[in-house]
């Protein structure tokens, strides 16, 4: 598997996309995300746990029934959820007004929206840029849609990737956005995944699932779950590839291939989450189960007495296992060791007399690693955060004015 | 009832109480309480539920399984957490100075530690304190215990009242520690109360856990259970009022009175969370079930999202909405009413055209309070909280140095 330098959604084949400035967010900042295939792709998708999913998502997920889409609309500032029937109409018509305008059908249209809740969509300037959106759609337009999907994000998401299958070169691209609201619970914030690979519908959705649950499942920006989380992968076949099956030979390249694209852009979520000085890597080994490990993998790096004593670059490992021991992960107090980057600072539950200056110089990283060892088992998992700033409190204090 | 001006846990016949400064805490400040019946008394406790139990709570957990005790001693600086056997051992020894010093039994003494986890506690230090303190021990000592056990603390929690039973004045005094890692379950961080009540072992331990789950457990600051939380109360029995008992006729009245320290404290602690500027109260009604309820209230109120917001006084009820949404209560999206303060800003799932200048002078009081109505049943529950400041992320990037 090879990374494609400024690659992106549509480095695949067949892809075309566009983000254009609608007027919804200041200062003609892009608002409006447009993504096609020139074919109709397989697609799959993963959503929210909360029960207050928004208006795009079901709708979305009414489209996505028969497995097919063949363009994606995103609109960025504005969330439309919690906004009742006027919801759901105004994500119909963003559908309808994408699939006029690139003459596809309705139900081959995904929809999504992330930003502020509870606000109206003003369907007259989103009118206006899926129409210019669908005029500028080009090959390498998935920059500018990798920017249109972005709200408090200071780095735009997105990656693309080429290997080899049974003598055919498949490409994926991707984009995502974060950065605040991150928790997800079996998908997450916004993220579209493309790929010209020839694979079974069934296939796709086994890989995304169990790519999400290991990669953006994973991520905790505040410990917040999102009400517009979703992940969408199309495949358009175009690569020509022998198709991936679930008993072929190339379901495990590819699945592996998908994994480290994931894993990148929830990375890059976590690390550019909302005032984030820090990318913390939580590993868990050692344990029981995969659940028990990612259990407290992930309580760890969503525990704001952790994320705060990382942003103070102080060793205080006594908040490592405190959150391991309300994660719900079975753990026996006397058997885990805590390592800060490489250096272990307790064992068997006791704390060590460890070398502070040493542990300083490895939370002054930009990267911090965090491992416990359980000492249960052979099960490992890892989550990614980030640190709990100042900047955090001031985002978030006046986010909706 | 009634509340007892400057009244704390000396206020019941038979108690006294001191807090001194052994040297644990800088500047002289008081870091060990000790708090002693002239009875035996009868005891209940409940615990946290984190897996690493802090070695104080597995030795007073200990003592207390014959429901008898007779003092209480607690430092303030060092959580004795996470110290292997040394840490056991170094509170078995805090009994046992102790009882020696008081000349009681070592099983009738409840120990508690909070402060700095995997740090070992200086017991040469320790040993002076408790020798100190039991030698200034005295009826208007609980201010001076109150103030010993805080740590970010920066109001001492103390509460006394009296009520009648039988014809006989009952009293009961309290006082409790909050003020960082502060999400409870099943207990809370340290709270201690004493009563002259003659009352069943058993009545006790049903009305303590009772009001715990009602109040401390009701409560959050970071969402971060603690190794080392615990409530105790003590009951000795010098008021000589008919006994209380499980059928018995003053049962209610008492544990009205309990319930209304607990609340009384909880509200403390969350008003007092690390950085706080202003207490959250959330109310959720109309639910289906007693459960569904406390989850909905609790994890409006422990939402990072939720508490910056406040904090910026922004009627962002997006968030609340969201919050609920993942809390696991019952919820259908398209019944909720919300509300800030008595101000409906959402009807029915969907955002109302509301009043913003309304909203921003709630949201400038000390106190904000948010309404949730599921309007699927009659269950409700209350839960306090605080907003989240950048002071929150000062007292905790440094918090060990």
Redesign the interface.
């Known amino acids: 598997m090879k990374y494609i330098k400024d690659g992106g959604i549509t480095s695949p084949q067949g892809f075309k996309a566009a983000g254009v400035a609608c007027g919804i967010r200041k200062k003609g900042r892009k608002d409006v995300a447009l993504v096609y295939s020139q074919l109709p792709a397989h697609a799959a998708a993963v959503y929210t746990?909360?029960?207050?999913?928004a208006a795009p998502l079901q709708i979305t997920e009414e489209h996505l029934q028969n497995g097919i889409a063949q363009a994606v609309v995103v609109n960025s500032g504005i969330?439309n959820?919690?906004?009742?029937?006027?919801?759901l109409e105004t994500a119909k018509e963003m559908a309808l007004i994408t699939a006029e305008s690139l003459q596809i059908k309705t139900e081959d249209v995904v929809v999504a929206s992330t930003g502020?809740?509870?606000?109206?969509l003003p369907m007259e300037l989103i009118t206006k840029g899926i129409k210019e959106a669908s005029r500028v759609l080009n090959c390498d337009g998935g920059t500018d849609a990798a920017e249109a999907i972005m709200t408090t994000d200071l780095i735009k998401k997105e990656i693309a990737c080429k290997l080899g299958i049974g003598g055919k070169t498949v490409t994926i691209g991707a984009m995502a956005k974060g950065s605040?609201?991150i928790?997800p619970?079996m998908a997450t914030m916004l993220a579209f995944i493309t790929t010209d690979a020839s694979i079974e519908s069934k296939c796709l959705q086994y890989i995304l699932k169990k790519a999400a649950d290991a990669t953006f499942n994973m991520i905790s920006v505040?410990?917040?779950?999102?009400?517009n989380d979703m992940v969408v992968i199309l495949a358009n076949g175009l690569a020509n590839n022998p198709k991936i099956t679930m008993d072929g030979q190339y379901l495990e390249e590819f699945e592996a291939a998908i994994f480290e694209v994931c894993t990148t852009l929830a990375k890059m979520i976590a690390q550019d989450g909302e005032g984030a000085t820090k990318l913390i890597e939580v590993e868990v080994v050692g344990a029981k189960s995969l659940e028990d490990a990612r259990k407290g993998a992930k309580a760890i790096c969503?525990?704001?007495?952790v994320k705060?004593?990382i942003?103070?670059e102080?060793?205080?490992?006594?908040?490592i296992?405190?959150?391991?021991?309300?994660s719900g992960a079975e753990?026996d107090?006397?058997m885990v060791d805590v390592y800060i980057g490489d250096l272990l600072v307790?064992q068997?539950?006791?704390?060590l007399n460890f070398d502070e200056e040493k542990a300083g110089e490895i939370l002054k990283q930009k990267e911090v690693k965090l491992k416990v060892d359980l000492n249960l088992g052979s099960a490992e998992a890892t989550a990614w955060g980030c640190d709990?700033?100042?900047d955090?409190?001031?985002i978030?204090?006046?986010?909706?004015?």
């Open positions: 746990q909360n029960k207050f999913k969330a959820a919690c906004m009742g029937q006027h919801g502020v809740i509870g606000v109206p605040g609201m928790h619970n505040d410990g917040d779950t999102s009400t969503s525990s704001s007495l705060t004593a942003f103070g102080d060793a205080n490992w006594g908040r296992v405190t959150a391991l021991g309300y753990v107090p006397l307790a068997k539950g006791t704390g709990l700033s100042y955090y409190v001031k978030n204090a006046d986010y909706r004015s």
